[in-house]
Protein backbone atom coordinates (compact mmCIF):
# COMPACT_ATOMS: atom_id res chain seq x y z
CA UNK A 1 0.00 0.00 0.00
CA UNK A 2 2.65 2.31 0.94
CA UNK A 3 4.17 1.73 -2.89
CA UNK A 4 1.08 2.69 -3.90
CA UNK A 5 0.71 5.79 -2.59
CA UNK A 6 4.84 6.98 -3.15
CA UNK A 7 3.51 6.14 -6.89
CA UNK A 8 0.19 8.10 -6.61
CA UNK A 9 2.52 11.04 -5.18
CA UNK A 10 5.49 10.78 -7.39
CA UNK A 11 2.57 10.77 -10.07
CA UNK A 12 0.94 14.08 -8.35
CA UNK A 13 4.25 15.83 -7.77
CA UNK A 14 4.73 15.08 -12.15
CA UNK A 15 1.22 16.00 -12.67
CA UNK A 16 1.96 19.50 -10.69
CA UNK A 17 5.35 20.00 -12.79
CA UNK A 18 3.80 19.99 -15.77
CA UNK A 19 0.64 21.90 -15.07
CA UNK A 20 3.24 24.76 -13.89
CA UNK A 21 5.39 23.94 -16.91
CA UNK A 22 2.07 24.35 -19.39
CA UNK A 23 1.31 27.77 -17.10
CA UNK A 24 4.62 29.37 -18.03
CA UNK A 25 4.44 28.44 -21.41
CA UNK A 26 0.88 29.74 -21.57
CA UNK A 27 2.09 33.30 -19.86
CA UNK A 28 5.23 32.97 -22.66
CA UNK A 29 2.75 32.51 -25.76
CA UNK A 30 0.22 35.36 -24.15
CA UNK A 31 3.52 37.31 -24.07
CA UNK A 32 4.21 36.63 -27.52
CA UNK A 33 0.56 37.46 -28.70
CA UNK A 34 0.54 40.78 -26.70
CA UNK A 35 3.98 42.06 -28.72
CA UNK A 36 2.18 40.74 -31.95
CA UNK A 37 -0.89 42.68 -31.02
CA UNK A 38 1.25 45.63 -29.98
CA UNK A 39 2.97 45.57 -33.82
CA UNK A 40 -0.18 45.00 -35.39
CA UNK A 41 -1.22 48.27 -33.83
CA UNK A 42 2.25 49.91 -35.00
CA UNK A 43 1.80 48.98 -37.87
CA UNK A 44 -2.09 50.33 -38.81
CA UNK A 45 -0.82 53.15 -37.13
CA UNK A 46 2.07 53.60 -39.32
CA UNK A 47 -0.09 52.53 -42.59
CA UNK A 48 -2.55 55.46 -41.74
CA UNK A 49 0.30 58.20 -41.53
CA UNK A 50 1.71 56.54 -45.06
CA UNK A 51 -2.05 57.03 -46.51
CA UNK A 52 -2.15 60.35 -45.21
CA UNK A 53 1.21 61.26 -46.67
CA UNK A 54 0.30 59.85 -49.83
CA UNK A 55 -3.08 61.91 -50.23
CA UNK A 56 -0.93 65.16 -49.13
CA UNK A 57 1.35 64.37 -52.16
CA UNK A 58 -1.69 63.87 -54.36
CA UNK A 59 -2.57 67.08 -53.52
CA UNK A 60 0.36 68.45 -53.91
CA UNK A 61 0.87 66.97 -57.40
CA UNK A 62 -2.22 68.09 -58.59
CA UNK A 63 -1.83 71.82 -57.54
CA UNK A 64 1.85 71.48 -59.46
CA UNK A 65 -0.19 70.13 -62.31
CA UNK A 66 -2.66 73.10 -62.70
CA UNK A 67 -0.15 75.66 -62.12
CA UNK A 68 2.20 74.05 -64.69
CA UNK A 69 -1.08 74.62 -66.86
CA UNK A 70 -1.19 77.87 -65.98
CA UNK A 71 2.26 78.49 -66.81
CA UNK A 72 1.40 77.23 -70.06
CA UNK A 73 -1.19 79.21 -70.61
CA UNK A 74 0.70 82.74 -69.70
CA UNK A 75 3.64 81.37 -71.63
CA UNK A 76 1.32 80.98 -74.61
CA UNK A 77 0.01 84.89 -74.32
CA UNK A 78 3.94 86.07 -73.37
CA UNK A 79 4.52 84.50 -77.24
CA UNK A 80 1.49 86.06 -78.78
CA UNK A 81 2.72 89.74 -76.88
CA UNK A 82 6.00 88.66 -78.56
CA UNK A 83 4.56 88.36 -81.74
CA UNK A 84 2.75 91.43 -81.49
CA UNK A 85 5.98 93.50 -80.19
CA UNK A 86 8.21 91.62 -83.37
CA UNK A 87 5.23 92.74 -86.05
CA UNK A 88 4.77 96.44 -85.04
CA UNK A 89 8.79 96.17 -84.70
CA UNK A 90 8.92 94.91 -88.19
CA UNK A 91 6.53 97.81 -89.15
CA UNK A 92 8.13 100.26 -87.88
CA UNK A 93 11.54 99.44 -89.20
CA UNK A 94 9.73 99.47 -92.74
CA UNK A 95 8.52 102.98 -91.84
CA UNK A 96 11.62 104.20 -91.19
CA UNK A 97 13.36 102.20 -94.35
CA UNK A 98 10.66 103.99 -96.84
CA UNK A 99 11.17 107.52 -94.49
CA UNK A 100 14.61 107.25 -95.27
CA UNK A 101 14.41 106.48 -99.08
CA UNK A 102 12.48 109.55 -99.07
CA UNK A 103 15.08 112.09 -97.93
Known sequence: ????????????????QGQEE??????????RLDRLEQGQVRLEQAQARLEKGQQLL?????RLEKGQEEIRKELHYVWEDI?????????????LGKLKRLK
Open 22 to 31: LRQGQEAQNQ
Open 83 to 95: RRIDKRLSAQEEE
Open 58 to 62: EKGQQ
Open 1 to 16: MEKILEQILTELKELR
